[in-house]
């Protein structure tokens, strides 16, 4: 992992704010140096839809402004990091619980620039515990469920996310399908968000400030 090209990625996604934007932020260490340098411009966009609470404060700190997507309608940039990211820009996104808020507004905008150091290019996705948002009572059931799929789900104990629901993180799987298990993941009563960016992946990457 690395602090400069995290840094490098931040202030290069800036280059495809257009003005007059609503930009949709994301969350976590990359996202908050895109969030300082989108500072600058803050006389020059609309406002920002936030993806946590964390950004959110991070934003408003800054005197951005934040504003619902119910009233913004469609976004033209969402910036974001992720956790791993395979050759065909395919994610792995949630190792810091916002995953739910994430994947609304990557599908809500038309161009999402995803922003990564180095370390996670990987061949592919799973090395990362991928992360599934769920609503508490369901989380045993799907403990099992992922346990069938031969996965081994780890309760992230203690983390409450923005939306009042828990976390399992999936260890051991080596995802050569990404669409095909988020689907089948995705038609699990219990399971609010599957930290797959699958179906929806990123149009651009920036590792440091290089595009891929
Ligand atoms: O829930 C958190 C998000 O999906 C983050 O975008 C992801 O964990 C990457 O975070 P960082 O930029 O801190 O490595």
Redesign the pocket.
């Known amino acids: 992992?690395s602090a400069n090209e995290?840094k490098l990625a931040g202030e290069a996604a800036i280059r495809y704010v257009e003005d007059g934007a609503i930009v949709g932020v994301?969350?976590?260490?990359?996202?908050a140096f895109f969030i300082d340098a989108l500072a600058d411009l803050k006389d020059r966009i609309q406002g920002a839809v936030s993806s946590?609470e964390q950004s959110t404060a991070h934003l408003k700190r800054l005197g951005i402004p934040v504003l619902d997507l119910n009233a913004t309608g469609r976004l033209t940039l969402y910036v974001?990091?992720?956790?791993e990211c395979d050759p065909h820009k395919r994610l792995i996104?949630?190792?810091?619980?916002?995953?739910t808020r994430?994947k609304i507004i990557a599908e809500a905008s038309d161009k999402f620039v995803c922003i990564?150091d180095s370390s996670?290019q990987v061949p592919l996705l799973g090395k990362f515990p991928l992360?599934i948002e769920v609503i508490p009572m369901a989380r045993s059931l799907i403990g099992r469920e992922i346990v069938k799929r031969g996965g081994n789900p780890v309760w992230r104990d203690g983390v409450v996310t923005d939306n009042g629901n828990w976390v399992i993180d999936v260890h051991g799987w080596q995802i050569t399908d990404p669409v095909a298990l988020e689907n089948d993941l995705n038609q699990l009563p219990g399971i609010v968000t599957v930290?797959l960016f699958a179906r929806r992946p990123a149009n651009v990457v920036l590792v440091g400030d290089k595009e891929i």
């Open positions: 992992m995290k994301g969350t976590g260490s990359t996202v946590s974001d990091g992720a956790d996104k949630g190792g810091g619980a916002a995953l994430e990564i996670k992360p930290g």
